[in-house]
């Protein structure tokens, strides 16, 4: 397995992101053509259903990314919370808190040693994006099991 880093620690399934999301776009563009400039024999009611199937199947393999990415996140930040108790100096135990879940998300790449200046950072900025973060990691721990 390849050494993970922020160029490719993003999952990313071809069959999924652009085989399935092509094929549902075209079926709901074909549909709304179809809603538009009808087809013989076939009632605007039919049309209608189909647009609306269509559209529910498209929405649908959105929320099937979404929901488990979600859940991980909450599992990740749990993770991350207890690492962060087991590893950061007494002074910055207490403001966990103050780290914004993609910001524990980010923090999770990087390795136990730089983990407590990394977060006293984070949290001494403030408003630092996930990418932000994952960038100023130095030894990139590998997350092999994202989703």
């Known amino acids: 397995m390849a050494e993970q880093n ?7 399934v071809p069959g999924y992101h ?9 079926n709901l ?3 709304i053509f179809r809603l538009i400039y009808g087809l013989p024999g076939v009632g605007i009611w039919d ?3 189909s647009l609306g199937v269509a559209f529910a199947l498209l929405l649908m393999a959105v929320y099937l990314r979404t929901f488990p990415l979600k859940a991980q996140d909450r599992v ?5 919370t207890l690492r962060l108790e087991r590893l950061l100096p007494a002074d910055l135990k207490g403001r966990i808190n103050e780290l914004r879940p993609g910001q524990l998300i ?4 990087a390795s136990d040693e730089e983990l407590p200046e990394l977060t006293r950072t984070v949290l ?3 408003a630092m994006t996930p990418d932000e973060i994952k960038k100023m990691v130095r030894s990139w721990r590998a997350d092999h099991l994202r989703m």
Do not use: C, M, Q, S
Not at 76 to 80: D, G, V
Not at 106 to 109: C, I, Q, T, V
């Open 6 to 12: 922020f160029a490719n620690h993003a999952k990313f």
């Open 18 to 26: 652009y085989l399935t999301f092509a094929l549902l776009g075209v």
């Open 29 to 31: 563009i074909w549909t």
């Open 47 to 49: 049309r209608l259903v």
């Open 76 to 80: 990740i930040r749990l993770e991350e």
């Open 106 to 109: 980010a923090l999770r790449f």
């Open 124 to 126: 001494d900025r403030g």
